[in-house]
């Protein structure tokens, strides 16, 4: 692991191309119509025949305030009276999901996103955690993965004790950029001091992980001024981190509109900002775990790794990927078993379908045979960087040489150019593909030569 990634620029400039991030697949671009709350509720109770544990994703769609490069699904609003139709259409989803799951299926992981949970107050806090412990087996012993993302502008000390106090434990902090002028030009001023009262008091209070979120290519961002936000972060000693790649789509979303794309970096200077940020981690003690995201030597994500456990799924990387996700809330995906299912991403249209009694899934997926073969290959290269193809045979009964037999000249390609080694028992990504370990799954991604690949962030 210690040449767990090398930067390579004639390979990045080569393979940095538009594609998907791969938290499912089939990706969610293939969900269609044609599922709907039938096949959710048959695939609940698949779920409570096979005592599947669980994972809870609840979608809180409300935000003060807009960042301008947000692509989330949120409501923009100052009125905090709307949380409170929004909770009780999220109750009535509850009892109608609960209702065809065992008592005793355990929730190992939960998590909060949006939005901002904290949109909340701590009364609404409260009663949606009663609700969640009412219809779910949720732990009391704090061994679950129990976490929520913070908006340091929208918590205190106070809101950290009562979360720490609800079972919490642990955050993931949006952060993005400490330069004022790049804050300014995305409409999110945040200062250092705000984001490190939040970490320091999830520190004293013992939660037991702290994420945070950056973002490089915003506007006005340079590589010198980012490189002094990445100096900043390191020293807040975060567990882990995500650097993600600012996907500007203002075609897609409304409020990346009002971002001036001439202010936004260029290819090259993303570049520098990318590789000074995986120099800068790298030096400061933290793994690179893959898709933008690292981590400490002693956290769960880089154990998992190193003992090839680790799994992705819409939560992104994960040590629970065994179990059923269940999605709460606008916007929300489950995935469980073979089934890939999603709720309305219109507020109104969620409600109004919760309040006639009725699930608001509107969309989704049943996985066929050869989207579970293919979703294997992709977990084992995103999560692992090496596959077995003994372990696929053996899987699903096939000859993995004469199964993806027409992919093997690209295959061979990225094998010449050092992206990949390619033997005849495996796949290994080599440190310098370990980025674009996203263009070596495109490889085995059947849909994708039908997809318009400008729905997709490029891969740097």
Known sequence: MLDAIRWDTDLIR?????????????????FNSQVGAFDLLHALRDSRKAQRPLSLYVHIPFCANICYYCACNKVITKD???????????????????????????????????????????????????????????????SGD????????????????????????RVSIGLQDLDPAVQRAVNRLQSLEETRAVIEAARTLQFRSINIDLIYGLPKQTAEHFARTVEEVISLQPDRLSVFNYAHLPERFMPQRRING??????AEKLEMLQRTIEQLTAAGYRYIGMD??????????????????????????????????????????????LYCQNSSDLTHYQNALAGAQLATSRGLVCNADDRLRREVIQQLICNFSLKFEDIEKAFNIDFRGYFNELWPDLQEMDDDGLIQLSPEAITVLPAGRLLVRSVCMIFDA?????????FSRVI
């Open 80 to 142: 905090r009276s709307r949380a409170l139709p929004y909770l009780q259409r999220l109750e009535q989803e509850m009892q109608l999901i609960a209702c065809h799951l065992a008592p005793n299926q355990r929730v190992e992981q939960l998590h909060f996103g949006g939005g901002t949970p904290t949109f909340l107050n701590h009364d609404e806090l409260r009663q949606l955690m009663a609700l969640l412990r009412k219809h779910f087996n949720l732990l009391e012993d704090d």
């Open 262 to 267: 001439s202010e936004l970096p260029a290819p």
């Open 293 to 338: 995201h690292f981590a400490l030597p002693d956290d769960e994500l880089a154990i998992a790794q190193e003992e090839s456990t680790l799994q992705r799924n819409f939560q992104g990387y994960t040590t629970h990927g065994h179990c059923d996700l269940i999605g709460l809330g606008v916007s929300a995906i489950s995935q469980i078993g073979d």
């Open 14 to 30: 080569r393979y940095d191309l538009a594609g998907p991030r791969y938290t499912s697949y089939p990706t969610a671009v293939q």
């Open 447 to 455: 849909y994708l030569g039908q997809q318009n690949r400008q729905r």
């Open 146 to 169: 129990y976490g929520i993302e913070i908006d340091p502008r929208e918590a205190d000390w106070s809101t950290m004790g009562l979360l720490r106090e609800l079972g919490f434990n």
